[in-house]
């Protein structure tokens, strides 16, 4: 798959999943901004992983809940590449803490929400005025808006299920300028999310409940981003991708 002299987005694009299509798009000849919100140190390896292996890339701190910061992500972008953009890729996202319904109050709501579903519609919004016919863009959704997540997850769940359905309603609207539109439904992949967010002792049974009996890794969900924004794709569009090996059939 080449990217040769394409432009990619990628939000959360530092570490763990987003490190990965930040480092396979680069190799494949994407110029890219690799986004990052708070892990400057993360953002910088990248940076110099994707350089020392000859890529092009910059990285661009945005909080990407904050239509200014978007614009301003949007504006580096361009001014290091060029008026066109190709791929964008929402990896940004997170749980922030796992609570129940009686511990979940409007600001805690709002803030996965804008984390999760927020922050994709405005990269959407302010990147594809400036996308032509073939370009593609690739959310990260998750199991969780499939089955609506483990414990305490309500929030998360529920932003991203809307992911998915912003996706569908995206590859619609957009398909007929020629842009797609598709996410990924990740299982559980072994990132920091769920160093975080997942007891080790759950871990281990989720990976030895899954038909391939282990957890994903992030080069993995990386490779699936990147075929769904490749050429390779052009006739998939409004498809929420299951990542999660056996864990969940839709």
Same mark, same amino acid.
Request: charged letters at 20%; aromatic letters at 6%.
């Given at each position: 798959m080449s990217f040769q002299d394409k432009v990619a987005i990628v939000t959360g694009g530092g570490r763990d999943i987003g490190r990965a299509v930040s480092i396979k798009l680069a190799a494949a000849g994407a110029r890219v901004c690799l986004n990052y919100a708070n892990d400057e140190a993360s953002a910088? &390896? /990248?940076?110099?992983?994707? +350089?020392?292996a000859g890529?092009?890339?910059?990285?661009?701190?945005?909080?990407?809940?904050?239509?200014? *910061?978007? *614009? %301003?992500? @949007?504006?580096? /972008?361009?001014?290091?590449?060029?008026?066109?953009i190709d791929v964008l890729v929402n990896v940004a %996202? %997170?749980?922030?803490?796992?609570?129940?319904?009686?511990?979940?109050?409007? *600001?805690?709501?709002? +803030? @996965?929400?804008?984390?999760?579903?927020?922050? $994709? !519609?405005?990269t959407t919004h302010a990147v594809v005025p400036h996308m032509g &016919? %073939?370009?593609a863009?690739?959310?990260f959704a998750s199991q969780a808006g499939r089955d609506g997540g483990g414990p305490g997850a309500a929030i998360y769940a529920t932003a991203k299920a809307a992911v998915m359905t912003f $996706?569908?309603?995206? *590859?619609?609207?957009?398909?007929?300028?020629?842009?797609?539109?598709n996410a990924l439904c990740c299982g559980m992949i072994a990132t920091r999310f769920h160093d975080e967010f997942t007891k080790p002792e759950v871990r281990t049974a989720v990976a030895g409940a899954t038909p391939l009996r282990r957890q994903g890794l992030p080069d993995e969900a990386a490779d699936a981003a990147? !075929?769904?924004?490749?050429?390779?794709a052009a006739f998939i569009t409004g498809a929420n991708l299951d990542v999660n090996g056996g864990t969940y059939f839709s």
């Open positions: 910088q &390896e /990248t940076l110099a992983l994707i +350089k020392a890529g092009q890339a910059i990285a661009h701190r945005a909080d990407v809940t904050d239509p200014a *910061a978007v *614009a %301003g992500l @949007v504006a580096a /972008t361009q001014a290091a590449f060029g008026q066109r %996202g %997170g749980m922030v803490e796992r609570r129940p319904l009686a511990d979940i109050d409007p *600001a805690f709501f709002h +803030k @996965v929400i804008d984390l999760n579903l927020t922050s $994709t !519609y405005l &016919e %073939g370009a863009i690739v959310n $996706t569908r309603a995206m *590859a619609k609207e957009l398909g007929p300028k020629g842009i797609r539109v990147v !075929y769904l924004a490749s050429a390779a």
